[in-house]
């Protein structure tokens, strides 16, 4: 029997495609057993028997052989198949299949390359391959070693279908080879790639189950067991589902150890064709807000496992989404790794996202207590997407955004606060701080609050620099209560405070010298009802902002430009002027202390506590 030769550019090709394709040596099974699939497709389109029983895969290892077997009641390969579709390398007779029976997309038949056969070689010195094509009463024997090429003969098989025998390597010192005989090992890899296969996946399983008649006795019990779950749920019908269906795969998948807040089931049946399942998890991963955290959905192809975590599928502002997306259309490359071009990916990729979105607002607006569990664990996500990429996705996501209200004392969202201003207040105000108890008491909020105007309590590092992003809602700009003009009609252009800032002149100015470069200016203030003094600010930078970039580790010393203003309705102010006529010592003191208390309320630190110690010390005694 003459040794055929593999043609010459087959067989550079088969010592490439051995050692360079495919990044783990796994997958040699996922193509396989795809393979298998692939013939059982075939048979059935042909022969047309529904005799479901009939159509299986079965692997098993034998490690005395050192073999592994994996056999199918698929189409089978005649003599001359064999010759082209293995002996040729990137002849796929799986495609021509597709285009002589004019078999539409939609069709599952996975191969295309004709090039996963020969995955085997990462695994196997012998690759055979015994053959029984349908109508055929001749079997064949193909067994190759690799590069140097095949043969072909006549062989004893009873049955329609294939059996491929690997003959697993020796382990050498660098790569171990004995664990594609382990029954674990395979059954694992078999689950993870080749889970939704259509067609029922065996192997014999043995486990340990007490004797019978004896408690502490054990025996090895071998069975024959289907490993895979072999229907999709994603390709389920939605009706067919139940939310425990949904949370039970959530938990299969180790998506998450939580109940996932909401499932999206998604079919697309248009210019790409594609299902997924997407969670919404209740909380957040411990590593989610670390740099730890890979987001990404699980890829398939034909029900195939491609990658783990395709990043490509969703935005950073989305990350917290769990779940996988199946698509027949995408341009996969040889090694069904990588994605050829991601045309396909990226219109998958925006749908989803739109997807997510109008999910989140349709639980915003019918399950507000589960959308705000929601938000306590990833809002800080979404209003992160809202600032970076330049406000680039700030319209997508501003209306999934919430904030604290100082009138509903809860959770509110910008539209809700949008729609109940009064007609003459002109801004969104908000407050910044550590807690709401905090904001709530300062000073700053005073007018606003008298005035009887809403105010959203900022407590996050990120709200401020979100919501300046955003700048405007509805055409309505956000202002600090603390910034230098509040925008409230009546109380800012009264000429009245710019009479007592002239009166007051020389005072103020000679409390801007005491303070030198700590403060800009010194001013009367039109916000403080019960309060003395306040903090204020002029320009872009807020005094939270400085704080947070202050923080930060390339900090840039960015500073607001602070005003300190002072209640004229205030006892305090009449310390202040007395001490102006009579003491000047006295007022140095007072405009220390009332600059240091500003800047507690503020929650910044005071330049040097032993002397703001020391000055409280002087007024005591
Ligand atoms: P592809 O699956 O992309 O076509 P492969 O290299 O995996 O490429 O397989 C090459 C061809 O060999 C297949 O197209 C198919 O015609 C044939 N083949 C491989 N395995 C089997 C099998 N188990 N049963 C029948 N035909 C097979
Ligand atoms: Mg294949």
Redesign the pocket.
């Known amino acids: 029997m003459a040794k055929k030769q593999f043609k010459a550019e087959s067989k550079r090709l088969l010592e490439m495609m051995i050692n360079s394709i495919y990044s783990q040596r796994e997958v040699f099974l996922r ?2 057993i ?3 699939s ?2 059982i497709d075939k048979i059935y389109y042909k022969a047309l028997t529904d005799d479901a029983l009939r159509y299986y895969i079965k692997v098993s290892a034998d490690k005395e052989d050192r073999t592994l077997k994996i056999t ?1 009641t ?4 005649a003599k001359d ?1 064999m010759e082209s ?2 002996g040729i390398i990137a ?5 021509s ?1 597709k285009n002589e029976n004019e078999l539409k997309d939609g069709h599952d038949i ?9 995955a085997a070689f990462m695994v196997a010195d012998v690759v055979t391959v015994i ?1 029984k094509a349908l109508g055929n009463d001749e079997a064949y024997k193909w067994e190759s070693k690799g590069t140097d090429g095949y043969t072909i003969e006549p062989f004893e098989k009873d049955s329609v279908g ?1 059996d ?1 025998i690997l003959t697993i390597k020796e382990n050498t010192e660098d790569e171990t080879y004995d664990e594609y005989l382990e029954e674990h090992r395979i059954k694992a890899i078999i689950k993870k790639y080749s889970d939704f296969i259509r067609y029922p996946i065996k192997m014999d399983i043995t486990e340990q189950r007490p004797k019978e008649g004896s408690e502490n006795e054990y025996e090895d019990v071998t069975e024959e067991k289907v490993i895979n779950s072999m229907v999709p749920i994603w390709r389920k019908n939605r009706n067919e589902l139940t939310s425990e269906d949904y949370e039970k795969f959530y938990t299969d998948k180790h998506y998450g150890f939580d109940k996932p807040l909401k499932h999206i089931h998604i079919n697309v049946d248009g210019a790409v064709r594609y299902n997924a399942i997407l969670y919404i998890p209740e909380n957040i991963p411990f590593d989610y807000y670390s740099k730890e955290y890979e987001k990404g959905l699980e890829l398939y192809s034909n029900g195939v496992l491609i990658m783990n975590k395709c990043s490509e599928l969703l935005p950073d502002y989305f990350s917290f989404v769990k779940g996988l997306v199946d698509s027949e259309d995408l341009s996969l490359n040889i090694s069904r790794e990588m994605l050829q071009h991601d045309r396909q990916l990226k219109l998958i990729a925006k749908n989803i996202s739109k997807k997510i979105k109008s999910q989140l607002q349709s639980l915003l607006k019918e399950e507000r207590e589960q959308y705000e569990k929601f938000y306590q664990s990833f809002g800080r996500q979404l209003k992160y997407g809202v600032y970076s990429d330049f406000g680039s996705n700030k319209e997508l996501l501003q209306d999934l955004l919430l904030f604290y209200s100082s009138k509903e004392k809860k959770l509110v969202t910008l539209d809700e606060y949008v729609s109940r201003m009064p007609e003459d207040q002109n801004y969104i105000y908000y407050a910044t701080g550590e807690s709401y108890d905090r904001i709530e008491k300062l000073p700053q909020t005073e007018l606003v609050a008298d005035k009887g105007y809403e105010i959203l309590y900022f407590t996050e590092d990120i709200d401020e620099f979100a919501i300046k992003m955003i700048r405007a809602y509805e055409e309505k700009e956000f202002k600090s209560v603390s910034s230098g003009d509040l925008g409230i009609e009546g109380e800012d252009n009264d000429t009245n405070s710019e009479s007592e800032d002239n009166e007051n002149k020389e005072l103020f100015d000679l409390m801007k010298n005491i303070l030198s470069d700590k403060v800009k200016d010194v001013r009367v203030s039109k916000r403080l009802k019960s309060h003395p003094v306040c903090l204020s600010t002029d320009g872009e930078v807020t005094i939270e902002m400085e704080k947070i970039l202050s923080a930060m580790p390339d900090n840039q010393n960015v500073k607001a430009d602070k005003i300190l203003e002072i209640n004229l309705n205030h006892e305090v102010f009449q310390s202040l002027k007395e001490a102006f006529e009579n003491d000047k010592e006295k007022l140095n003191l007072y405009t220390n202390l009332l600059y240091n208390q500003a800047l507690l309320i503020e929650g910044l630190p005071i330049h040097d506590p032993v002397e703001f110690t020391n000055d409280m010390c002087k007024i005591m005694v």
């Open positions: 193509e396989l795809s393979n298998s692939d013939a199918d698929g189409i089978g390969m198949e579709n293995l002849k796929s007779g799986s495609l299949f996975i191969g295309q390359f004709g090039v996963g056969f020969y053959s294939t491929i």
